[in-house]
T-cell receptor, first 111, second 116 residues
Framework: AQSVTQPDIHITVSEGASLELRCNYSYGATPYLFWYVQSPGQGLQLLLKYFSGDTLVQGIKGFEAEFKRSQSSFNLRKPSVHWSDAAEYFCAVGRDYKLSFGAGTTVTVRA | GAVVSQHPSWVICKSGTSVKIECRSLDFQATTMFWYRQFPKQSLMLMATSNEGSKATYEQGVEKDKFLINHASLTLSTLTVTSAHPEDSSFYIC????????????FGPGTRLTVT
């Protein structure tokens, strides 16, 4: 069975500080891996994805994520957080478009 | 970019009534769409896959008679919650895969259903 764990329910970070969101997964084979961001009133927006190849992937809005097969992890990072990064972040895994999502991490940015 | 819309964005209905939620792909065709349910502070749970021209396929544990899905055209899928009860109150989200872009989906903004 596939599952996704986001250990941090809520993270508060100061504007300009770095951010790391954790994601661990369980899957039968190497899945496709995604990070989405959800803002109120808007649909989930894809930040980045990993299918194969270079394990460090760059996404939009200055985000990056690193796939570590040995740790079954796909952690999301941003070097310097902006107030507009406050949102809900979801890690998702799957193939053939059928995705399993983690429970999400709420990011609060303080001035 | 690709846009998926949902209508309505929120709806309140009484127990026992039915409510229909629409999902439209605005600038591309989608032979397949997905319906998710999201409880507060929880992850999205895939409910069903909507297939244009054929029956929807439901995930285990999802009542197909309660959640009726119709994929009427290449740009429209509807989810009807029949005989709604308060426990059906939730946030319903649809998505559509972009053909040719492996694994990518475009998500609608969601519909908040409250059953009183």
């Amino acid at each position: 069975a596939q599952s996704v764990t986001q250990p941090d329910i809520h993270i508060t970070v100061s504007e300009g500080a770095s951010l790391e969101l954790r994601c661990n997964y369980s899957y039968g084979a190497t899945p496709y891996l995604f990070w989405y961001v959800q803002s109120p009133g808007q649909g989930l927006q894809l930040l980045l994805k990993y299918f194969s190849g270079d394990t460090l992937v760059q996404g939009i809005k200055g985000f990056e994520a690193e796939f570590k097969r040995s740790q079954s992890s796909f952690n999301l990072r941003k070097p310097s957080v902006h107030w507009s990064d406050a949102a809900e972040y979801f890690c998702a895994v799957g193939r053939d478009y059928k995705l399993s999502f983690g429970a999400g991490t709420t990011v609060t940015v303080r001035a | 970019g690709a846009v998926v819309s949902q209508h309505p964005s929120w709806v309140i209905c009484k127990s026992g009534t039915s409510v229909k939620i629409e999902c439209r792909s605005l600038d591309f065709q989608a032979t397949t769409m997905f319906w998710y349910r999201q409880f507060p502070k929880q992850s999205l749970m895939l409910m069903a896959t909507s297939n244009e021209g054929s029956k929807a396929t439901y995930e285990q544990g999802v009542e197909k008679d309660k959640f009726l899905i119709n994929h009427a055209s290449l740009t429209l899928s509807t989810l009807t919650v029949t005989s709604a009860h308060p426990e059906d109150s939730s946030f319903y989200i649809c998505s559509a895969p972009r053909i040719g872009q492996v694994g990518e989906q475009y998500f609608g903004p969601g519909t908040r259903l409250t059953v009183t």
